[in-house]
């Protein structure tokens, strides 16, 4: 079957015409393509009338969905950009996942969002959830932020995932993390092919949980770069179009920082609330700060703060304060935010998370001793705690009262 990437859009637009009469890929500045959806940006020097633009997106749709639809290639979201000579978008279109039933006549008939002369504005404007919407069937959805890349909030996330599932609950966890995902090594998914039945992607079922990478959508080899409509579309696709079935909890392993994709990503979605992973050290925290403030923003509630990679246990059995320990505690204290607990640094979780067995994380012969366990099992007692606070506080569960 052929598939989705660059040739696939460019043969798709070969034979269609642009508004000047030339084969559109002739305009085709940039493209980039991934499992079931696609974004291209197309520039036709000297048009800018905005009913041309129009039809010239309404062609580049039908001409590459009908290409899809004949190759039987699943394409779930494709986002069309025309751009001036500076760059600047003046027509951008995207059809999102539900409209791709088929092709030309339903894209004419739309359900898909054709906007012309739109400023090149910026994607993400910090704004409440309000309009977002929740998952049918998932409960609980936690997204796992951190200020900066590499201070283990990929590790917390599948950790934390893992020890849920360990207590009974269904979860299920969802890799976000477009920079660099770490699911399939962490699951130890790289066996695993990604399986799209009926348009919705099945879940991996690994440790206990069901879980989704955006890493099994690209090609690991083939560096992508991702621009914001199109992160957000993997990110929509990914947590909308995967058949979680029934969940307790779902995990959502973020980007790190606070820029755009990230704040776009945990604005799309009704969140039960937030996580924050952090190191001890100074220049840590303040990243963690502007993350805690960018949820808050957002209306969406900090459940609490992780300290990650706290100390070392040496093999003497002593505790190394290496980075600070108690950094990222006192700084959750100083923001008023609940503290789920540390997480030592730990040989055994970086050789489980290497060789993709996190469920090894909880027994103590393989976990380099009780300490890991304890530690990772603490933090999910304290985050049932804190969601089921925060569940009270937003309404959304009521409290029990028992007679006895
Ligand atoms: P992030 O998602 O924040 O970029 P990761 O979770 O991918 O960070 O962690 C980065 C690296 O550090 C990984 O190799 C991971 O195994 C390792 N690591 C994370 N936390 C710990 C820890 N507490 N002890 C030992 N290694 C850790």
Not at 4 to 25: C, H, Q, R, Y
Not at 43 to 56: K, Q
Not at 77 to 88: F, K, N, Q, R, Y
Request: net charge negative; aromatic share 4%.
């Amino acid at each position: 079957m052929a598939s989705l990437n660059k040739d696939f859009i460019k043969a798709a637009l070969s034979t269609a015409e642009g508004p000047t009469g030339d084969p559109l890929v002739r305009n085709l500045e940039w493209t980039a393509a991934c499992e079931t959806f696609a974004s291209v940006k197309l520039h036709f020097p000297g048009v800018t009338e905005a009913d041309t633009l129009d039809a010239a997106a309404r062609r580049t749709h039908g001409a590459i969905r009908a290409a899809a639809g004949e190759q039987g290639v699943v394409l779930t979201s494709l986002i069309v950009e025309i751009v001036d000579e500076a760059g600047s978008v003046l027509h951008t279109s995207n059809t999102g996942p539900k409209t791709n039933e088929d092709q030309n006549a339903k894209l004419q008939s739309s359900g898909e969002a054709h906007t012309a002369k739109q400023p090149s504005a910026p994607l993400a404007q910090p704004k409440p959830q309000d309009g977002a919407g929740g998952i049918p069937g998932v409960d609980k959805i936690i997204a796992v932020g951190a200020g900066k890349g590499g201070v283990g909030k990929s590790t917390v996330s599948v950790n934390l995932a893992v020890a849920l599932a360990r207590k009974g609950h269904a979860v299920g966890l969802m890799d976000g993390d477009i920079y660099g995902p770490s699911l399939p090594t962490m699951l130890g998914l790289g066996a695993h092919e990604m399986i799209v039945r009926e348009r919705m992607i099945e879940p991996f079922h690994v440790h206990g949980i069901k879980a989704v990478t955006i890493g099994k959508m690209v090609d690991p080899e083939k560096p992508l770069i991702w621009r914001g409509p199109m992160a957000h579309g993997a990110f929509k696709q990914l947590s909308e179009q995967t058949s979680w079935g029934e969940l307790d909890y779902l995990i959502i392993d973020l980007p790190p920082g606070t820029g755009d994709i990230p704040l776009t990503m945990a604005q799309s979605l009704q969140l039960s609330g937030a996580v924050i992973v952090c190191t001890p050290q100074k220049v840590a925290q303040d990243d963690a700060v502007r993350a805690a403030r960018m949820f808050q923003q957002l209306g969406v509630d900090v459940l609490g703060v992780v300290e990650n990679m706290s100390y070392f246990i040496g093999d003497d059995g002593k505790d190394y304060d290496i980075f600070g320990r108690g950094g990222a505690e006192r700084m959750a204290q100083r923001l008023g935010l609940p503290f789920l607990g540390a997480v030592p640094i730990n040989m055994a979780l970086r050789e489980n998370s290497d060789s993709g067995n996190a469920s090894a994380n909880f027994e103590p012969q393989s976990a380099g001793g009780e300490t890991l366990p304890r530690a990772l099992e603490l933090l999910a007692s304290n985050l049932e705690s804190q969601t089921a606070l925060a569940g009270l506080k937003q309404g959304r569960t009521k409290p029990k009262l028992t007679i006895s």
